[in-house]
Each structure stands twice: as structure tokens, then as C-alpha cells.
């Protein structure tokens, strides 16, 4: 099937570049499979090994008959997914985007609610226009800055670099530059709660996720057929260009020297390359070295409670509930303890309900029955005034930290470890490279990765291997 025309390469470029290479990938979440199909598309022959079913944070499941799509739901940044088909010679988006009602959702703060983007004829309809002016320069970099490595050589990288400086204005922090704006409060920790994004309080998470409402807001989306569309497109890009994916198959060791790897049940395989497309920590135990993750420098993790009710909630399609005081939260999480209110997430749709709940990472498997569970969800349905509204559900699905954990990073933190604010962005290079013939791609290589900077990393992993010097 790898019948496509290959990208043209200069003539210095190196043997992967030119030769049919033999690429293992461990890991088969939205990561090793988007860098599969870019791979495979060189003309590449790309094995991924999965420990379990394809999809990792993204799959499906079924809740008292109707069938829910875990983890990814607000599809974001579109262009870095053209960006994408793109590379792959695709002319047509097979997703079929569908902007979402209400875009970021409604947010109850403690200071009022705000709508995200906050829409004409609302009282802070200026104050967001003023917040999101600085965003409006760098929106045309970004795709370049989420798909471009990070190098001063590149003009295109130099400018977004340049650009995303100005739009923060030197602050490295969410924190900092939202205290600088002198936004109305009820607007400044609707904004704050979007640094929650990437797993980490404002304070900790880099300046640039404190502009992510006015960057993404006007373009939230969701493929028609739901997000596991990604995870069924992802597949068959892969499949179309020669893909093997093998599920069941755990990785036990690796050696990067001789590029080989150990399936549990012992079968060694051995490639020209290998890329991880796993948690940074789980990669470290594969290779004998010791895993580094106090609980304190971990990115947050959750409860996902996925609910059947018996009739249409009438809620709106995104709800958001932000902790009452970030101090308060981020030393929680901190600590591995639990919030007395957590940022909570509610997104309706028809007679599907998904809560997710942020909790700190500690795999605890903290299921709907724990009474901090159950005291989030209260909060949840006073505030959307509808009590007893999962009570009311026909069945219900938790996915806790425990489940996180157990094919991601220790105590299931989401986004692996925290990085300092300065490493966080995209201007910083990410070890993308362990050894000359083993690279890392995915959620823990790059900072705060939903499903823009997974796609992004992976176009950056695929070009630095093409330019890989013999
Ligand atoms: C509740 C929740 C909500 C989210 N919401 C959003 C959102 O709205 N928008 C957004 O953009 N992003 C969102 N995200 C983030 C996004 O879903 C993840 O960042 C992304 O799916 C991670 O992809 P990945 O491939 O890097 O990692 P993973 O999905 O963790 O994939 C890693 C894979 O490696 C496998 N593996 C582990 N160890 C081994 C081994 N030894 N051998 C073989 N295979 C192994 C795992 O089973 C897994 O399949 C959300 C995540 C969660 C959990």
C-alpha cells in the first residue's frame, strides 16, 4: 500500500531520509499513530506496539447503551491538524469539524459567570477584547511555533518566537501576565482556568496558556462523528500507507544501541529505529534507569464519569467550575491531597453526560461512591441547578487516576511531570532525541500536549529524523 510519492529531500539529508527504514514505535495513543502515518508516508516500513488498544487517553466506551468517547473533548488550533493532512498528501479533512455551541463554555467563577469568548451585548464584552488583543498578533504564528522546531536558525521560527515574546510580554507565567492585564475578576480567573490545560495552576504553567481562551476560543470543535473519529482517522492514515499496529503487545525492555525491543512474553524485535511515543517515566523503567516523579512536580490527574441519564440534560454543551481559589488548589495538588473544590469540566450532549474532575495525581482509584467524588459532583449539580442529576443516570463509567496511571505517567498525572515555566512553551527544545537511533515523541516531550501539540510534536519528530545526518 505505500504506493505515495515521497516528500522531496535535499541531497545531504540522511539515510532515513532516503532508505525504506524499519521504525518500531511503542505506544499506540493519538502520538505513536499520527508519527506512524508521517513515517510510513516516507515511504518507511512502522510497526507500533501497543500494550493495549489503540487510542491510549482517546477510546471508546459504552455507558448503559450509548457509546462515549473517553478523554480528548474540545478539539482546538484546527490548522495544526490541516498542517498535518497536509504532510500527508491528504486533500480532503475527513473529521468533518463541527464548531461547538457556546465554544469554551460557560464558566461559574466565584465572581459571576462568563461566557468564553465572552459574545457582543455581554458587560464584558470590551474587557475580552482588550484581554484578547495581544493574541490576535500571534495567532498567525502559532501553527508555525506547535509544528516548527525550535531552532533561532529558522526565520519562520524566529518571528513566532518574536511574536509569542511580545504577546506575553516577558511574563513567564499564566499567573503574572493575567495580574498584569488588570482584567474584572469574574473574566481574570474564567482566563486563569485555562492554564488548568496544561495540567498545572497558573501560577506554575508558562504565560502563553493564560491567552489559549483568546487563541482558541472562536474555533472550538469536535469532529462529527466524535472524537473518536481522530482515533478511526488515525488508524486508517496508517493503514492506507502500511502501518502495522499490533495491540496486546507491552514492551518490557529496550535496547536504544542496537534498536531492539522486548515484548512481554519475551520475543525480542529489533528495527533501524525506535521512537517512544510513551511517558517519558515509563520510558525510563524500560531502560533500567530510575523513575524521577515526586508527587509534587506532577501535572494533575482526574475522574472521568461518563453518565447514561434517562433523558436529555438541557444543560449547555460545555460547563466549566473552576476552583474557588488557585492558592488553594495548586497547593493541594502539590501535596497529593484533595481539593475542597476542584476545577471540574461538564459537557452535555443530548442524553450523554461526561464530569471530569480534576484530581491530584496519586493513582488513587478514586471511583463515583468516594465522598470527595460524590461532594464535587453536589457542587457540580448545585451550581448547574440540577440536583441529583447523576442519581438519576440510567449507568455510569469512572475512569480514575488509577486508570490514568496505569498506561501513562506514575499516579496517572496526565501531563506527565511538570516542567519549569521557562521549558514549557514552544520556544524551548524538547528531548525529542535519546540516542542516535531512539527518539520520544507525545504527551510527555511536549509541554501541556492536547491534541494540537501532540500533532505538532509529531511533525517535528517526523522532520528531524528526515534531516538526520548518515
Ligand atoms: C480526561 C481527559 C481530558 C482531556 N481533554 C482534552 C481536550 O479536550 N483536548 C485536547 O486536545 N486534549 C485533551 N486531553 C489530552 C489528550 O487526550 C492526551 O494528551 C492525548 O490523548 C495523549 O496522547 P499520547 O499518545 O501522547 O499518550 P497516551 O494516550 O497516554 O498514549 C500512550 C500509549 O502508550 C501505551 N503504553 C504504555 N506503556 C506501554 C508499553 N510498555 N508498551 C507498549 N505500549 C505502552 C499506552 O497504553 C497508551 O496507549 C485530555 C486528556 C484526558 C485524560
Not at 489503540?54 to 490548522?79: I, M, N, Y
Not at 457582543?120 to 482588550?130: I, K, R, T
Not at 488548568?196 to 493564560?210: I, K, Q, R
Not at 505538532?456 to 548518515?470: F, H, M, T, W, Y
Amino acid at each position: 500500500m505505500r504506493s505515495r510519492q515521497r516528500p522531496a529531500a535535499s541531497p545531504q539529508r540522511s539515510a532515513i531520509s532516503h532508505q525504506r527504514s524499519a521504525i518500531g514505535i511503542l505506544g499506540g495513543g493519538l502520538a505513536g499513530l499520527a508519527l506512524a502515518a508521517l513515517l510510513a508516508h516516507r515511504g518507511h516500513r512502522v510497526t507500533v506496539y501497543e500494550r493495549d488498544r489503540a487510542g491510549g487517553k482517546l477510546r471508546r466506551v459504552e455507558v448503559g447503551g450509548l457509546a462515549f468517547d473517553t478523554g480528548p473533548s474540545l478539539f482546538t488550533l484546527p490548522e495544526v491538524w490541516r498542517a498535518f493532512l497536509a504532510h500527508l498528501g491528504e486533500p480532503a479533512d475527513p473529521l468533518e469539524l463541527r464548531p461547538l455551541p457556546g465554544g469554551l463554555g460557560l464558566h461559574h467563577t466565584p465572581f459571576g459567570t462568563v461566557p468564553l469568548p465572552v459574545p457582543p451585548g455581554h458587560p464584558l464584552h470590551a474587557a475580552w477584547g482588550e484581554y484578547a488583543a495581544p493574541a490576535r498578533a500571534l495567532s498567525p504564528h502559532l501553527t508555525t511555533l506547535l509544528t516548527t522546531p525550535p531552532r533561532l536558525s529558522d526565520p519562520a521560527f524566529r518571528q513566532g518566537g518574536a511574536a509569542l515574546f511580545r504577546a506575553t510580554g516577558g511574563h513567564l507565567t499564566a499567573l503574572g501576565w493575567v495580574r498584569s492585564r488588570r482584567l474584572p475578576p469574574a473574566l481574570a480567573h474564567a482566563v486563569a482556568t485555562h492554564a488548568l490545560n496544561a495540567g498545572l495552576a497558573p501560577g506554575d504553567a508558562p504565560a502563553l496558556y493564560a491567552l489559549l481562551p483568546a487563541l482558541v476560543a472562536g474555533d472550538v470543535s469536535r469532529p462529527a462523528a466524535g472524537m473518536g473519529a481522530l482515533l478511526d482517522t488515525l488508524l486508517a492514515l496508517g493503514r492506507a500507507r502500511g502501518v502495522r499496529v499490533e495491540e496486546g503487545a507491552e514492551v518490557v525492555r529496550v535496547d536504544p544501541a542496537r534498536a531492539a525491543l522486548t515484548l512481554r512474553g519475551g520475543e525480542e524485535r529489533r528495527h533501524d529505529l525506535l521512537v517512544s511515543a510513551l511517558d517519558p517515566a515509563r520510558l525510563s523503567a524500560l531502560l533500567g534507569r530510575p523513575v524521577r516523579s515526586p508527587v509534587s512536580r506532577r501535572t494533575v490527574s482526574g475522574v472521568a464519569l461518563y453518565a447514561a441519564l434517562p433523558g436529555e440534560s438541557g444543560l449547555p454543551a460545555t460547563s466549566v467550575l473552576p476552583p474557588a481559589d488557585f492558592g488553594t488548589f495548586r497547593g493541594a495538588m502539590r501535596a497529593g491531597a484533595l481539593p475542597p473544590d476542584t476545577l471540574a469540566l461538564v459537557h452535555a450532549d443530548g442524553s450523554r453526560l461526561a464530569v471530569l474532575l480534576t484530581a491530584p495525581a496519586t493513582g488513587r482509584d478514586l471511583g463515583p461512591d468516594h465522598p470527595w467524588v460524590r461532594a464535587q459532583v453536589g457542587r457540580v449539580e448545585r451550581t448547574l441547578g440540577v440536583p441529583g442529576l447523576l442519581a438519576s443516570a440510567r449507568d455510569v463509567a469512572a475512569l480514575t487516576p488509577a486508570h490514568y496511571a496505569a498506561g501513562g505517567h506514575p499516579g496517572g498525572a496526565i501531563y506527565g511531570l511538570a516542567l519549569p515555566a521557562w521549558r514549557g512553551g514552544p520556544l524551548h527544545p524538547q528531548p525529542y532525541r535519546v540516542h542516535p537511533r531512539f527518539w520520544q515523541v507525545g504527551t510527555g516531550v511536549h509541554p501541556g500536549a492536547g491534541i494540537p501539540a501532540i500533532l505538532g510534536g509529531a511533525l517535528i519528530v517526523d522532520r528531524l529524523l528526515a534531516e538526520r545526518p548518515s
